[in-house]
Nanobody, 120 residues
């Protein structure tokens, strides 16, 4: 069982910033990719940003230049720094971790979600 604990959501005005954090713990040999997804009302869940164990990153076009994903492999944490927030960034944000449970066995886990609301 791998648990993810998210924090950092909230209400912010357009143009503001928020930082989301996610900490992973539990039974796993190693963590592979870590990422953040979001789901707005009436829309499908979408990838926001992801980062590999080696530090390679991938961003949705809509957040490039505004959001930065980072991870601390020693602490098993992944952060999402969100700047220049727009109302269309409003969504529930979910942390996702892909891990190796033991040799040859992989899995993934989702956080409980944290609400981000961008509104004046």
């Amino acid at each position: 069982q791998v648990q993810l604990v998210e924090s950092g959501g909230g209400l912010v005005q357009p143009g503001g910033s928020l930082r989301l954090s996610c900490a992973a713990s539990g039974n796993m040999l190693s963590i592979n990719a870590m990422g953040w997804y979001r789901q707005a009302p009436g829309k499908q869940r979408e990838l926001v940003a992801a980062i590999t164990s080696g530090g390679s990153t991938n961003y949705a076009d809509s957040v490039k230049g505004r959001f930065t994903i980072s991870r601390d492999n020693a602490k098993n944490t992944v952060d999402l720094q969100m700047n220049s927030l727009k109302p269309e960034d409003t969504a529930v944000y979910y942390c996702n971790v892909q891990f190796t449970r033991r040799i040859g066995v992989r899995g993934d886990s989702w956080g409980q979600g944290t609400q981000v609301t961008v509104s004046s």
